[in-house]
């Protein structure tokens, strides 16, 4: 008896499932694309956002990125992506606060004296080239190309252009899926080349600032290899876990970069350009899971990096998103925690001009050990079409990013109680439309 | 630890994580809340680009979610 009711309920449910399948392919085909324009874009997908982003008190950036999608028949897919970065405001320029005003040159100068770019930073205050700008325009394209049932392949390039940085990168990776493309594998490699034209050419590394020793452009290039396990946990949890490694080789340093040299009494002596080494080889491992339920989901995503500067990192983001209304709006909370130990060749200023066996050498705060925490928070809305279809997306994205430098070096004499490694807080504000 | 300890040590490990995965996933139709696009791991693609370029000027890493690259001048 048991099995005749199931039978009979396994029935209904049948039927009700095939009227409403029926339904669906006719309500399909009314909908179909009724104009020449709509059957020409409705393979096509836009992806675009308008971001702003703002330090307290040093850079702003403009940054407008278009992305379309053209996807085929055969489950091959083709894209462009365009972005632009307008930046300018104030950059620390690596050297310390004093308790005496410090004067610099712009990177195009020839002289501390007179320059119509040099600058003055005030007594206490982190030096910061005031002038700093810059243009960035890059293309990228990508395609996906299906071999066989269980096999794609994917390309990429990258194109990037700024004043003083030509860059251009490609890649390749080869995805197999098994056990009913509940596990994909992938791998693939990169290679980027690119050339450095700094403004007022670039200086000899380690050589006195105020001598402006200068030579021609420069060149790095790098490889990469990823290797990718995707894997269906349940019907509601999918699990990723990457491994790279890549290596970089060439001219490595930031050609603004200065360090402070001072006395034992904390007093300004000059300053000499940084100088890294030659290579980096890096590997890291990254973990990303995702968890659905019927109106939310979760993602948290793990990664450790270590180099060969010394540099390891742990990141952690974790972000929920909350489906509301009919399901046709979201908001989306983000956390991030990043940290990270200080590069061997660190350091917040030097002894000396030239300190015996010194090879390599940097101020820069971003190899400094450090922590810093993003909140973030995002609001989407699904735009129906005039057929009610959901067609496109509005969105609108906020973040806040503050960094703090770790285990800073008290500074002697003079340099007591100055803020030496001041935060870093950054405000980000985006726009994005999708169809 | 030998190549040969490493290779055995290599080949039981690939079998395990492939037994392993061959027992979990879903049916094709099962697939209706890994469909969703807040369940796609690159269903943000432009936002991640965004921050990746803000965290790869700030800070002393980058990629493990794709490749790492360049393609900017801010070290």
């Known amino acids: 008896m048991q099995l005749k009711r199931d039978e009979g309920g396994v029935r209904r449910r049948l039927i009700a499932a095939s009227c409403a399948l029926l339904s669906a392919s006719a309500g399909r085909a009314q909908e179909a694309p009724s104009t020449g324009m709509e059957r020409a874009l409705s393979d096509w997908s836009l992806d675009s956002a308008l971001a702003y982003y703002h330090e307290d008190g040093r850079v702003q950036v403009i940054e407008p990125v278009v992305s379309v999608t053209k996807a085929y028949g055969d489950g091959a897919s083709a894209g462009l992506n365009l972005t632009f970065d307008a930046l300018s405001g104030a950059s620390p320029n690596g050297a310390s606060p004093s308790r005496m005003p410090q004067t610099f040159a712009s990177p195009s100068g020839k002289s501390l004296t007179g320059g119509k770019h040099n600058y003055t930073t005030a007594p206490g205050d982190l030096p910061e080239d005031p002038h700093y700008s810059d243009l960035r325009a890059a293309l990228g394209a990508d395609w996906t190309l299906p071999l066989e049932r269980l096999l794609t392949a994917s390309f990429g390039a990258k194109l990037s252009y700024e004043d003083d940085f030509y860059s251009g990168s490609a890649n390749a990776s080869i995805a197999r899926d098994f056990n009913q493309k509940n596990t994909t594998v992938s791998f693939g490699a990169s290679y980027e080349a690119d050339s450095l034209h700094p403004i007022g050419g670039t200086p000899v590394p380690l050589s006195n600032y105020a001598l402006f020793e200068k030579t021609g452009n420069q060149n790095k290039d790098g490889a990469g290899l990823l290797l990718s396990l995707t894997q269906v946990m349940s019907r509601n949890w999918l699990s990723e876990v990457n491994f790279s490694l890549d290596r970089f080789t060439g001219y490595l340093n930031d050609p603004y970069k200065i360090i402070s040299v001072i006395d034992a009494s904390g007093d300004v002596r000059g300053y000499v350009y940084e100088n890294r080494p030659d290579s980096r080889t890096r590997k890291s491992v990254y973990l990303d899971n995702r968890v659905a339920w019927e109106r939310s989901s979760a993602g948290l995503s793990l990664r450790y990096m270590a180099d060969d500067w010394g540099v390891h990192s742990e990141t952690a983001q974790l972000h929920l998103q909350w489906w509301i209304g009919e399901r046709d709006k979201y908001v989306r909370p983000t956390l991030r925690w990043y940290r990270q130990t200080a590069a061997n060749f660190y350091t917040p200023w030097l002894l000396d001009f030239t300190a015996p066996g010194l090879s390599s050498a940097s101020s820069d705060s971003r190899l400094a050990a450090l922590q810093a925490l993003t909140y973030g928070l995002k609001y989407g809305i699904k735009l129906r079409d005039k057929l009610g279809r959901e067609s496109s997306e509005f969105n609108v994205r906020i973040e806040y990013y503050q960094q703090t430098q770790e285990n800073g070096i008290p500074g002697p004499g003079a340099l007591r109680g100055l803020d030496l490694y001041p935060d870093l807080k950054a405000i980000l504000v985006q726009i994005g439309f999708s169809y | ?75």
């Not at chain 2, 969703?36 to 693609?45: I, K, V, Y």
């Open chain 2, 1 to 75: 630890m030998n190549r040969r300890a490493l290779g055995l040590i290599l080949i039981v490990g690939a079998a395990v994580v492939a037994s392993g995965c061959a027992s979990l996933g879903v049916k094709p139709w099962q697939r209706d809340l890994l469909s969703r696009q807040d369940m796609q791991l690159s269903g943000n693609a432009v936002d991640d680009a965004i921050d990746d370029h803000l965290y790869f000027s700030k800070e002393a890493s980058s990629g493990g979610r794709s490749f790492a690259g360049g393609g900017c001048g801010c070290n």
